[in-house]
């Protein structure tokens, strides 16, 4: 092949890996901040505010250099010896299957897997050009057993977290007071935790789970890193924000958000007298109106006519200001009702957890999973360039990190509700300290299996997690199972239909007639 050939396949790959990268926020980069969202720790404008930087951040400044030319290495290069254009139309065909599922699944309210998706449309193409020999069964058999060992593990982990939780702060009467005193210690485990995934697992971090940098300098700096910074921010919480609670939660002081960060130096303030109303959970605080009509789905209330380009600008904005824990039918109405609802003030001291712990999660998130539609791509124009097969790796340019992170935001910005709703609202009853456990039990569950080799999903995790926390209400009937079977079915079809789609696509244009 002559480098710069096939022009149109560069062209094609390019705009499937932005939709695939869009799929990613809005289905995927949505995990992160379900549980804060359904909780009410955040609105989802807020959500995504943050998400703008943490997913852009990470993708750009902690996202990998190199990566797979063929995700976990699911089928091996060489097999395109010779042929380095089939290879890159292979990649195109890929894409165009990741990304269709990807985005039909986020419009479905089916949180799947991002790197699923990729490896099974690989896995497509392998099939359709050299059969079934062709892939690596191990690795097949890993992701099919990460479809239930995954989210069992992360929902008794985040069981445990919840329970400790509360038995030890909730259920007294005098909780605030011992969440005041908690406090401190949260903040330490939970970043500390956060820091040590983000050096784990960022592709330009410290991942001592590889041989190489099993050294003693190397651990000793990464273990350093994350229990030095994790101390610090334990004493700034206790020197900071516990007086900041304190006087805003016990005294009732009228405090603005911006205090905390000089709270010492603050002169008493006046009583608050809209607090009560800030802190409760189930209000609807975002001036939007929301209506639930089918049994999971939602629609908005249709507004005036508007001229077309206002009408354009309400459409495509419309998942923002939406206030998507208040939308819900009967039947989740009911299952909420069967949770066990705790003081407001003492949750209130986690919605601030659950924000760290989301947004470090969606760093993390940002350098590793880009590689998911920057890696085809990057494959793409390796090929283009050079006109011979890449090698087991392949770079990745500037450019394409920072076009996949702005493709990731926008996917969240513009869809992201759609999940959001169905992990922050449609399962079980949410609130900070529950939001908080499913994401630190989601967060430990993915590190401890990135430390030890094993391929778990993001997604699987913050599902199981969020089953397992609400089956802490004591009640099965506390867990809308039809919902939970919908994810089920989800994650079992997301290879072959992926895969389908990218082989059966490869099959028609490198077997018509010519």
Known sequence: MEPYSYQFILILGAIFAFLDAYGIGANDVANSFATSVGSRSLTLWQACTIAIFTEFGGAVLLGAETTDTIKNSIIK???????????MLGFMCAL??????VIMSSKWGFPVSTTHSIVGAICGIGLARFGWDSLDKATLTNIVISWFSSPAIAGVVASILYLITKYTVMNHANSLERGLIA?????????????????????????????????????????????GLGLLIAILTRVFLVPYFRRLLVDEEDLKWYHVFYIPFVPKQPKSTTLNQKLALGADHSGVTAVATEEEGMTIKEEVK???HKATYVYITRGLFMDVASAQSEHVKGVHE???KYENKTEYLYSFLQVCTAAFASFAHGSNDVANAAGPFSGIVRIYESGELPGKSVPVPFYILAAMGLAIDAGLILYGFNIMRVLGNNITYHSPSRGFSME????????????LGLPVSTTHCITGATVGVGLCNGELQAINWRVV???LFSWIVTLPVAGGIAGGLFLLITRSPR
């Open 338 to 340: 069967k949770a066990v």
């Open 306 to 308: 508007e001229p077309w």
């Open 183 to 227: 406090i401190p210690f949260y903040f330490w485990f939970t970043l500390t935790l956060m820091l040590f995934y983000v050096i784990l697992k960022a592709p330009k971090g410290i991942d001592i789970s590889k041989t190489k940098n099993q050294t003693p300098d190397q651990i000793g700096l990464a273990l350093g890193l994350t229990f």
């Open 77 to 87: 290069v060489d097999l395109f010896k010779g042929q380095p254009e089939i290879l």
């Open 485 to 487: 079977a919908w994810c």
């Open 440 to 451: 630190l039990g989601a967060a430990l569950t993915v590190i401890t299996a990135s430390f």
């Open 96 to 101: 165009v299957g990741s990304s269709f599922w």
